[in-house]
């Protein structure tokens, strides 16, 4: 057994294939099209632009919007997940615009400012930081990154609706892997912190920790303020209806003032 650290659960998580089978049920093509629908009604964006997803995991975004006819760009810090992504590209030649894959930070993205008309961060993936200072540092990169008059679409889990509901222990099964997980609440309540427990059909046994910031949507707004965005807006569910306290999701929407 592998033993996580507080600081690197994130790459230990996301670089091994335990991360995609735990959570296949919630990344099929159903929430997939669900995401991408959400970010056409409130970005407004047409085929042929710039859209970097930060963080793109194995790409199911990426491969979407290049369908859709957009110029796609993925990041992410895994080497697995992208070398699985970058797999799957090869299969892609006959779309408009071939996805490309960065391996790089949010709090540093690898791009000159200015790069792309749309940033997208889906499935709960902001709040990464090992702070709170690094997590508006990734908003403010999201903002660097963007064209003047460039979008944003980040979706997280709200913590009002998601702590009240939380189970501290919770069994499952996926793909022949038998998962507990053990969760709490940290900083202030403010901070998950998930411990998985994987055991396969050899009876080794991995763990992994899961240790992402919570928030709400008064929140997120305030830090994509504090970076710089305007025409903030915040929706509680994928039919983009208007957030409020026991919305099941935080879904903001921003823009970068033009110059």
């Known amino acids: 057994m592998t033993n996580s650290t507080p600081t690197d659960w994130w790459f230990r998580f996301f670089s091994h294939q335990d991360y995609l089978d735990i959570f296949e049920d919630m990344t099929g093509d ?120 460039g979008k944003i679409v980040i979706d997280v889990m709200n913590r009002h609706f998601i702590v009240p509901r939380l189970n501290r222990v919770f069994f499952s099964e996926h793909k022949g892997l038998k998962v507990k997980e053990e969760r709490s609440v940290t900083d202030k309540g403010r901070r998950l912190n998930n411990q998985f427990t994987v055991s396969d059909g050899c009876k080794e046994k991995r763990t992994y920790l899961y240790r992402p910031w919570l928030f709400n949507g008064w929140e997120i707004s305030w830090m994509a303020s504090q970076a710089g965005f305007k025409q903030v807006k915040v929706y509680g569910n994928f039919a983009a209806e208007p957030y409020h306290k026991n919305s099941e999701r935080a879904m903001l929407a921003a823009q970068k003032p033009m110059e």
Request: aromatic letters at 12%; glycine letters at 8%; one cysteine or more.
């Open 30 to 149: 159903d929430r997939t099209q669900k995401e991408l629908n959400f970010c056409e009604k409130v970005l407004d964006w047409v085929p042929g632009e710039t859209v970097l997803d930060a963080p793109c995991g194995a790409g199911r975004h990426v491969f979407e919007l290049a369908a859709r006819g957009f110029q796609l760009t993925g990041l992410d810090v895994s080497d697995y997940l992208l070398s699985l992504s970058q797999n799957q590209s090869k299969d892609l030649a006959a779309y408009t615009y071939q996805p490309r894959f960065v391996r790089g930070l949010l709090q540093n993205l690898p791009f000159e400012s200015g790069s792309f008309h749309h940033v997208v961060c889906l499935f709960s993936s902001f709040g990464y930081g090992e702070t709170e200072t690094e997590n508006l540092q990734i908003m403010r990169e999201f903002y660097r990154a963007l064209k003047p008059g």
